[in-house]
């Protein structure tokens, strides 16, 4: 694929968002756009998650999941990137579900709801995911919130890439193959200093990542 001029739109957290890099010029997004050429339009919000949340029932407060912002997206882009996950599993509520699961109150469902109303909405568009990151606490038995982990963060991995393989979507693992994982000294230090969110560093990382991917398509 040839990415210069292409609009290439971003549905993510706070790593698209770009906490952790300096400023927003150096968040992924803004560098992908950078070094690819294409127009880029960032739709990252901190502390989101892709399925929606069941506390928003009782709270009243709006429910910023991927499935509901994904309405709100502008609908002329030619290649859409969606980044999430790492926070459903830090601090979601959200069920696992069943693959069978169109309810978007589960991780499941919420992945085919979400993959489902990308196609409608951009019919004529590239959709592709990338897989979240390691983080220090991939393998907690307990949420941020105090809630029980139903699987580690490999799981929420594998659940990704089923659903988007059943739509025919193509996934970026950079759980597999970013070469991030902030438990090594070093890596942490110069990629992700909290564990998580990527530095200036991580972020070009990502960005060249994704740009040799998208050239493969």
């Known amino acids: 694929m040839e990415l210069k001029g292409k609009k290439i739109y971003f549905l ?8 952790g890099a300096s400023d927003t010029e150096h968040c992924y997004v803004s560098v992908f756009g950078k070094l690819s050429g294409a127009v880029v339009k960032n739709y990252g919000i ?3 998650r892709i399925a929606c949340q069941t506390e928003n029932l009782t ?4 429910d910023l999941s991927f499935v509901n912002r994904a309405d709100s997206m502008d ?8 980044f999430g996950g790492t926070n459903d599993f830090g601090h979601g509520d959200a069920k696992l579900g069943t693959f069978e699961s169109r309810d978007p109150y589960t991780f499941y469902g919420a992945m085919h709801v979400l993959c489902e109303k990308l196609i409608h909405r951009f019919p004529n568009a590239d959709i592709l995911f990338m897989t979240p ?4 606490s991939e393998n907690e038995a307990l949420k941020e919130n105090g ?32 070469g991030l994982q902030p ?8 990629y992700m200093p909290d564990g998580l969110h990527p530095s200036d560093a991580g972020a070009l990382r990502i960005a060249r990542r994704l740009i ?3 050239q493969t398509l």
């Not at 929420?156 to 970026?172: K, N």
């Not at 438990?183 to 110069?190: A, G, M, N, P, Y």
């Open 12 to 19: 993510g957290d706070s790593i698209t968002e770009g906490v």
């Open 46 to 48: 901190s502390a989101t």
């Open 147 to 178: 809630l029980p982990e139903e699987t580690n963060l490999a799981g929420y991995v594998s659940i990704i890439r089923e659903v988007a393989e059943f739509y025919g979507l193509p996934v970026l693992d950079l759980f597999s193959t970013s």
């Open 75 to 82: 609908s002329d882009a030619d290649v859409v990137v969606v």
């Open 212 to 214: 040799g991917f998208l």
């Open 59 to 62: 709270t009243k407060e709006p």
């Open 133 to 136: 990151l390691h983080r220090c």
């Open 183 to 190: 438990k090594v000294d070093i890596i942490k230090e110069t």
